[in-house]
């Protein structure tokens, strides 16, 4: 079974609202996102939330129509602390399910803020992460990338090496645990790939063929609001 944490935790400080509950082109964002992981190939979600908003996710989740294979957790107070207590419910979610053969294969772990993810990007990343263990989808970086110190130039980076990492990332659940277990407030993480690369595990990159933004200021709703019309239409 695929499993995966969709992370919606965020309280909207950098927004001014809570995106996760935005609407594009009639769909809150987090619907969205979840319904492109279930189209891509994933059978069960956990979706995290802010602390005080379980019982409202719960009826949208209902409300959806996907309350069989989608379930409401806690976040914390950090993306790393959310993605923990995602990664914890899963666990149990897959060892509680005894109807048939439901363990937890892998996790893939999804930002819910990047509604616009391939259904087919999706599958791409699970397929490989099935293979080898681990795989983050991202996106190759076209642009000159500078090292900058204290507003200097230091060097110019080859970048011909360098990707953007988006999500899906996916890993399976021992690597992904055991990566969380030996992470520190210290040993801080930019994304989930990271506490596993730190591991030794072998993670790798799939290349993202179509748009996935994700919506982090105000300003990225403009240029959200013409995709999704572009994508799905007015609703």
């Known amino acids: 079974m695929i499993y995966a944490v969709l992370v919606a935790a965020g309280s909207g400080s950098r927004m001014g609202f809570r995106k996760q509950y935005a609407v594009l082109a009639g769909v809150e964002v987090w619907e ?9 190939g994933v059978h069960r ?9 379980v019982a409202l996710a719960t009826e949208k989740v209902d409300r959806a129509g996907l309350g069989t294979v989608c379930r409401v957790v806690a976040g914390g107070d950090t993306r790393a602390k959310s993605v923990a207590c995602g990664v914890a419910a899963v666990e149990a979610w897959g060892a ?8 937890v294969d892998i996790v893939a772990v999804h930002d819910a803020a990047r509604p616009f993810v391939a259904e087919t990007d999706v599958r791409a990343v699970l397929d490989v992460a099935m ?3 681990a795989a983050v989808l991202g996106r190759r970086c076209i642009d000159t990338m500078k090292w900058v110190e204290r507003d200097k130039i230091e060097r110019t980076l ?17 690597w992904l645990k055991a990566g969380f277990a030996a992470w520190t407030a210290q040993a801080a993480a930019t994304d989930d790939s990271a506490l596993v690369e730190r591991l030794g595990y072998p993670v790798t ?13 105000p300003e990225d709703f403009q240029y959200a609001d013409w995709l999704a019309e572009r994508k799905w239409g007015m609703k």
């Open 32 to 40: 969205r996102s979840a319904r492109a992981l279930l189209a891509g």
């Open 45 to 53: 979600i956990c979706l995290v939330i802010p602390p005080g908003d």
């Open 96 to 103: 509680a399910d005894t109807a048939g053969d439901r363990r």
């Open 131 to 133: 293979k080898t263990g």
């Open 158 to 174: 080859e970048r011909s090496a360098l990707w953007h990492a988006l999500t899906p990332q996916v890993f399976r659940l021992d």
């Open 205 to 217: 990159m799939v290349e993202a063929t179509a748009p996935n933004p994700k919506l982090t200021t």
